[in-house]
């Protein structure tokens, strides 16, 4: 019998947290504080590599800030495109 060690988030780690995308002016784009956190694997290419690398080693019960700059998650703003909207229920 093995015993597995869940003390601590590793990758393909199941991790249940809340989020929050904000505009550099703080306004929200996306946040799970007013609902359920989110559930998460590491390493199913659900989270930017950055955050994940964040993530890594941290304990459970853990409670922290972190603050991505645009390339180290979704990329900069390419006004171009523009906005676009699409409700969860899209996919």
Do not use: W
């Not at 956190?37 to 459970?60: D, N």
């Amino acid at each position: 019998m093995s015993i597995i060690d869940v003390s601590e988030v590793k990758p393909g780690s199941h991790v249940t947290l809340h989020y929050r995308l904000a505009l550099p002016d703080g306004a929200d784009i996306v946040s799970t504080f007013a609902d359920k956190p989110a559930t998460l694997l590491l390493g199913a290419g659900q989270l930017a590599p950055p955050l994940e690398e964040i993530l890594l080693g941290l304990k459970i019960g853990h409670h922290s800030t972190f603050r991505l700059e645009p390339d180290q998650a979704f990329g900069p703003c390419n006004p171009e495109i523009g906005a676009i909207g699409v409700t969860r229920d899209a996919a």
